[in-house]
């Protein structure tokens, strides 16, 4: 065979595999339009679908409007309806005023039925009826009247003698209270007293009225709650004084040893001590501790730190602030 002739016999057999691949990707296209078809057909009948729910939502929204309008309607009568029982109300507000300003003046009427009476000789029956239950209304009234005028005196008596029971128990009590400081006030003349001279010639100790102050300088270091040697023998003459005059005071007195802590003004600012409310609270709370040990009872003892806000000199000078420093000690009632 030719050349030529295989050459031919070659291309006629390439051209049906190029067929079959046609074929195949034309069946693949065809399958893929059925396949987005079906997909559109799907999708129409859910939009047909959504949209026929949609219709009836509208359908139903309608209704509720119509029935919302129909009870606005009926919210607008019922407005009607009270805005005109308010009107009937108020008018038989007034008709009530109306009546009751005639039986006042029915009222007055009776008061003048003897007189009346002289004048009308003739009265048919039912102006004697009407004339006899006013007067039985009128009867019922003022004993009605006498029982809460008798009540009302019975009141006024009770409450009388309940003010005399109570100023007299005020004037009892302001007695005892009188006689229980008078009682403590002998004591404490005494308790300062005996003071004055145990203390006598100490610069650094003072009495002032009802109360006597150490100085700070006597008791601690600059900046310190810490009680040193000095200070505690000052207290521990306070407190043998003391406990001499404890066994003499009634144990029905109620006493108290408030003792008062006092700085300059002079702000500190320490980890100890962040203001002078606590160091002036500690130095009290020092002396307290330290008296307790001196055998002073815990329970007759009281502790108060004042900073700077009571001064004894307002002055901004070293001497006001030595003097503005200090602890006081006061014999009180409990």
């Given amino acids: 065979m030719s050349a030529g002739g295989r050459h031919v016999r070659r291309r006629l057999n390439v051209w049906p595999g190029y067929v079959d691949v046609l074929s195949?990707?034309?069946?693949?296209?065809?399958?893929?339009?059925?396949?987005?078809?079906?997909?559109?057909?799907?999708?129409?009948?859910?939009?047909?679908?959504?949209?026929?729910?949609?219709?009836?939502?509208?359908?139903?929204?309608?209704?509720?409007?119509?029935?919302?309008?129909?009870?606005q309607q009926k919210n607008l009568k019922l407005s009607e309806n009270i805005e005109q029982l308010s009107a009937i109300i108020t008018?038989?507000?007034?008709?009530?005023?109306?009546?009751?300003?005639?039986?006042?003046?029915?009222?007055?009427?009776?008061?003048d039925r003897d007189v009346a009476l002289d004048k009308q000789h003739q009265l048919n029956s039912e102006a004697q009826a009407q004339v006899l239950l006013l007067n039985q209304q009128l009867k019922a009234l003022r004993s009605q009247l006498q029982e809460i005028a008798q009540a009302l005196k019975v009141s006024e008596h009770d409450k009388a003698n309940k003010q005399v029971q109570i100023e007299d128990l005020n004037n009892r009590l302001n007695i005892a209270l009188a006689r229980k400081v008078n009682r403590l006030e002998q004591y404490r003349s005494e308790f300062f007293g005996?003071?004055?001279?145990?203390?006598?010639?100490?610069?650094?100790?003072?009495?002032?009225?009802?109360?006597?102050?150490?100085?700070?300088?006597?008791?601690?270091?600059s900046g310190s709650a810490t009680l040193d040697r000095i200070g505690k023998t000052e207290l521990a003459k306070l407190a043998k004084v003391l406990k001499e005059l404890i066994v003499n005071i009634p144990q029905d007195i109620d006493w108290i040893l408030q003792v008062e802590g006092h700085t300059d003004k002079v702000p500190i600012k320490t980890h100890e001590f962040p203001s002078n409310w606590e160091l002036s609270t500690a130095r009290a709370v020092s002396v307290v501790r330290f008296l307790i040990t001196q055998g002073i009872p815990a329970k007759r003892l009281s502790v108060a730190g004042f900073a700077d806000l009571r001064p004894i000199d307002s002055k901004n000078t070293p001497e006001a602030y030595r003097k503005n420093r200090r602890i006081e000690i006061r014999l009180t009632s409990g």
């Fill in 24 to 71: 195949s990707l034309l069946i693949l296209v065809i399958f893929v339009l059925m396949i987005f078809t079906f997909a559109q057909f799907i999708l129409s009948q859910k939009v047909s679908n959504q949209e026929s729910e949609l219709g009836n939502l509208h359908k139903r929204i309608a209704e509720l409007t119509k029935l919302l309008g129909l009870e």
């Fill in 91 to 111: 008018a038989l507000t007034e008709e009530k005023f109306e009546l009751t300003g005639k039986i006042e003046s029915l009222s007055t009427l009776v008061k």
């Fill in 194 to 221: 005996r003071l004055r001279k145990v203390l006598a010639g100490n610069t650094l100790v003072r009495i002032v009225g009802d109360r006597f102050m150490f100085q700070s300088e006597l008791l601690f270091g």
